[in-house]
């Protein structure tokens, strides 16, 4: 069985000076933040340096990054404690909608509008400014039990409204067989649900959330629909 365990919140403010200095801005906010979806596996030996990205960036309050767990290297020896086949085919799906020639481990999208590896800050960053929404979008906001989502522009063919519950810990998972065999891992906000909500045409809307799950942090995401450009994100 996997062990676990939870590094201590010093090691992300550690990381964080370490890893940039003084943050550079985007034009996005915390009100507006600029959505970064890592696609890795812990059966993969290039991952590491990857999610070691994400905790730095994870950091930012301009940032709302997610973790996706993939299951397509299980087969390599170790099967990922946090994978699901939604997680492989959201990614298939960014494959599809971007016109890519596969999939890969480690993969970044960010604002469901450009990849890269994700393995160097510097590319995050690039990838970040070069997909900015900056304030644009429709404004949302977790109120209570609800997702409220403001009038917009909206796609020719409506958008998807997805809840992201993620575990907002660093998590290290010591790793027994496969290519990180002998290796404790540390993983930050790994999603643990994605819950379709509902569509937006543009119109302001109302959404209704399912329970809160204890431990989990929320995030919510205006997609075009085929996952496609993110229009609008909020954490909460």
């Not at 070691?52 to 099967?79: E, H």
């Not at 890969?104 to 590896?117: E, F, L, S």
């Not at 519950?165 to 930050?188: C, F, I, S, W």
Request: with cysteine.
């Amino acid at each position: 069985m996997p062990s676990f365990r939870f590094a201590s919140p010093a090691l992300g403010a550690a990381l964080l000076v370490s890893g940039f200095g003084a943050a550079p801005a985007f034009a996005a906010d915390a009100q507006h933040p600029t959505v970064i979806e890592l696609f890795q596996s812990q059966g993969c030996s290039s991952c590491p340096p990857a999610n070691a990205s994400l905790i730095q960036f994870s950091q930012r309050p301009d940032v709302l990054a997610l973790n996706f767990a993939v299951t397509y290297w299980d087969r390599l020896g170790w099967k990922d404690t946090f994978a699901t086949p939604q997680y492989t085919q959201r990614q298939y799906d960014y494959s599809s909608a971007m016109h890519g020639s596969g999939v890969y481990t480690p993969q970044i999208v960010v604002n469901g509008r450009a990849d890269g590896v994700g393995d160097d800050v510097s590319e995050m960053e690039a990838l970040a400014r070069k997909t900015d929404r900056g304030a644009a979008g429709p404004n949302v906001a977790i109120e209570g039990g609800e997702v409220v989502v403001g009038a917009g522009a909206a796609p020719a063919h409506a958008a998807d409204v997805w809840l992201a519950l993620y575990d907002p810990r660093t998590v290290e998972v010591a790793v027994a067989r496969g290519e990180n065999a002998g290796r404790t891992l540390p993983h930050k906000n790994i999603v643990r649900r994605m819950v379709l909500l509902g569509h937006w045409n543009g119109e302001a809307a109302r959404f209704a959330l399912p329970a809160a799950e204890a431990g989990l942090a929320r995030a919510v995401l205006v997609q075009s629909a085929g996952t496609g450009p993110i229009l609008a994100a909020a954490k909460g």
